[in-house]
């Protein structure tokens, strides 16, 4: 006696839409989209799909097959399943001494630094900001906007003001405060 069983396979395919980027990849191989976005699996196979924003973009969600809502897939059919990527504009970050992008004061004065929506300076699509006196530092503040008088400046200093964006991008912007020697 000889039993055959015939294993049924379906096609997930999978389709990326929106303004963003990205790539998508199956827990299980095959599912590579941005080269491979077509893979057939055997029946009852879970497939779990994962979206990864490129720079610049954010993962908006799942659609396409009801079974495709949470990324994970139960073949028991054909299905198709699309994600759709954002783009997410850059930050800005704008930053000023004394209303400047650069200046010099004399010995022993105080400036002020402003960023971010003071005096007009936006920062157009900042959702966080540091500001401080190096790169990535909120040793001032980590504000997405204000102002920050300094102690009387007796050398030059930079001032740096780093923000990012809903997906985590960053933006940097400086000012270099100059002192004349006394």
């Known amino acids: 006696c000889t039993a055959t069983f015939n294993v049924d396979n379906y096609d997930l395919t999978v389709t990326k839409v929106g303004t963003g ?6 827990d299980i191989a095959g599912i590579n989209c941005g080269v491979n976005c ?8 879970s497939i779990t799909l ?8 954010s ?20 299905k198709t399943c ?11 970050a704008n930053i000023r001494a004394n209303n400047a992008t650069s200046l010099t004061v004399p010995y022993n004065s105080s400036v002020l630094i402003e960023w971010c929506g003071a005096n007009a300076h936006t920062c157009a699509n900042a959702v966080s900001c540091k500001v401080g006196t190096s790169l990535g530092s909120n040793n001032i503040s980590s504000s997405t906007s204000g102002s920050y008088t300094t102690p009387a400046l007796t050398a030059s200093t930079g001032y740096y003001l780093e923000c990012a964006n809903s997906a985590g991008n960053t933006t940097q912007g400086s000012v270099l405060v100059n002192v004349s020697p006394h």
Do not use: H, Q, R
């Open 38 to 45: 077509l893979k057939s699996y055997s029946s009852n196979t």
């Open 21 to 26: 980027a990205g790539i998508v990849t199956s």
């Open 50 to 57: 994962t979206a990864t924003p490129s720079a610049g973009s």
């Open 59 to 78: 993962f908006s969600g799942w659609s396409g097959n009801a079974d495709c809502s949470d990324g994970s897939v139960t073949m028991n059919a054909n």
């Open 82 to 92: 699309t994600a759709t990527f954002s783009y997410v504009p850059a930050a800005e």
